[in-house]
């Protein structure tokens, strides 16, 4: 399913060259044709009336950096001599309506490829597709297996847009949705529709997700729970319960709830704030359950010479708990421009477990659709957030101490902050290549190494 390295970095080449060509060549789009989608496109149609579901995408990504300054690099650094790697994934969706309120989905994954310094010494790391362990190779497995049953709970209706993980074309206003299985929580929670697709828009770890949130799930982003949600005109709220990883950063899950969980709360709203412009705003919580141990508590064991080291894996201990909360705006300006931001908070005691080792985080960004410039099914977008972690993970790290993502050997703190741009260039039906830039000043919260310059290239085919 996965096309070689050799291959895939061919590929991205001639997409720099056609994303450079692409405005000059491309048939001009017209800006006033209104019956165009917004969404992209395909490039097989879709049946918006059949029981089935079949779709697939492909993204691959080339991305490297310079070399930069460091005083010292560890074992978790970004290294600091030139990169060029590349990523690939591939997922197959397929899905059958059995009712008028009841679906059942079914997605095949490949994952192929590396991220620079095989994804460690970031917490805001550049390229989203990456595994956080290369080492599971390329072998498709089960992204989702995941059952929905919606409830209605008013007589009156309204259209909906199918996805790949939503087929049902008409929804009850006011509804109770039920789903379960395998899924992703980005699947569900924590959506914003500047800042969450990094096929199509932003590529870092901390702007399509908020750093803060260390949502449950294994090496691959996935996870096994229950959600419930309840819609109105208006306003929703979704509660899951889901399955965390045994340990940090870890391939398999924890099957007994008992001794492993997290719970999962948002509460989404659609103000009216600027006449016929869109708004949202979301509130979300987490608890994680987990045998996870303590940044303090290591630093201790380490002092009194009982480790050599701070070790946060001597630490850990069943039923632990880390919780935190986010915040996700976004607002529409115009037809054509939009803005967003995040901000998140975890206690940041107890050590980074899932996602990435962030404690605290804030971030801004907007995008412009290119039909100024008759390119509408264009984008560009800039996005700028700033990461950091709580004093005991700072001298966790300082000491020597190791994370699943981050260890200089040593620490000289400062906020990592990273700067994003991109550009996304419709090419033909569902293709589409883009051109991204990352600067970060502080890689892994260090202010003796870097700051890193990361461009990429990207091609993204939807079918």
């Not at 895939?8 to 800006?31: E, K, T, W």
């Not at 650094?77 to 590349?86: A, P």
């Not at 992204?143 to 209605?152: C, D, G």
């Not at 502080?442 to 085919?461: E, S």
Request: hydrophobic share 40%; with cysteine; charged share 20%.
């Amino acid at each position: 399913m996965i096309a070689s390295p050799r291959v895939g970095r061919i590929v991205l080449h001639l997409c720099a060259v056609i994303l450079i060509a692409a405005p000059c060549c491309a048939a001009q789009q017209n800006s006033t044709d209104s019956s165009e989608p917004d969404s992209p496109a395909s490039v097989f149609p879709h049946s918006q009336t059949s029981r089935f579901w079949i779709s697939g995408q492909f993204n691959t990504i080339l991305q490297g950096h310079p070399g930069f300054d460091a005083k010292y690099s560890g074992t978790n650094s970004l290294r600091d001599h030139r990169e060029l790697e590349d990523s690939r994934v591939m997922t197959l969706y397929t899905g059958v309506q059995l009712s008028n309120t009841t679906e059942a989905f079914f997605d095949l994954e490949s994952a192929g490829g590396h991220g620079i310094s095989d994804a460690l010494g970031l917490a805001g790391f550049t390229n989203l597709d990456v595994v956080r362990s290369p080492d599971l190779g390329t072998v498709p497995y089960v992204a989702r297996l995941m059952f929905r049953q919606v409830i209605p709970l008013s007589a009156e209706t309204a259209e909906a847009q199918r996805t790949p993980l939503s087929l049902l074309t008409r929804l009850p206003v006011r509804r109770l949705e039920v789903r379960f299985g395998k899924f992703s929580i980005p699947d569900f929670f924590d959506i914003n529709e500047v800042g969450s697709d990094s096929h199509l828009q932003f590529m870092n770890w901390t702007i399509d997700n908020n750093g803060a949130y260390d949502y449950s799930a294994d090496t691959r982003g996935y996870t096994v729970g229950g959600m419930l949600e309840y819609d109105d005109r208006n306003w929703a709220l979704r509660f899951a319960e889901t399955m965390m990883p045994v340990v940090a950063n870890g391939p398999h899950l924890q099957w007994s709830l008992r001794k492993a969980r997290a719970e999962n709360i948002e509460f989404e709203l659609h103000p009216s704030i600027f006449k016929q412009r869109a708004s949202a705003v979301r509130v979300l919580s987490f608890i994680n359950h987990a045998d996870m141990g303590d940044y303090d508590t290591a630093i201790a064991l380490f002092r009194a010479g009982i480790t050599p080291t701070p070790d946060i894996i001597a630490t850990r201990q069943p039923g632990t708990v880390k919780y935190g909360f986010g915040l996700n705006l976004e607002q529409e300006l115009t037809a054509d421009a939009r803005a967003f931001a995040r901000t998140g908070w975890n206690e940041g005691q107890h050590e980074s477990f899932a996602y990435t080792e962030v404690d605290e985080t804030v971030q801004v960004g907007g995008d412009v659709r290119g039909r100024p410039w008759r390119r509408r099914m264009d984008r560009a977008g800039v996005a700028f957030v700033s990461n950091g972690i709580s004093r005991p993970h700072q001298q966790y790290l300082a000491l020597g101490g190791l994370g699943f993502l981050l260890g200089d050997g040593a620490l000289t703190y400062g906020r990592e902050t990273i700067l994003e741009t991109y550009y996304t260039a419709h090419i033909w039906r569902g293709i589409f290549t883009a051109a991204d830039l990352q600067y970060i000043a502080n890689p892994g919260y260090n202010r003796d190494r870097g700051p890193v310059i990361v461009p990429t290239v990207r091609l993204h085919v939807d079918f």
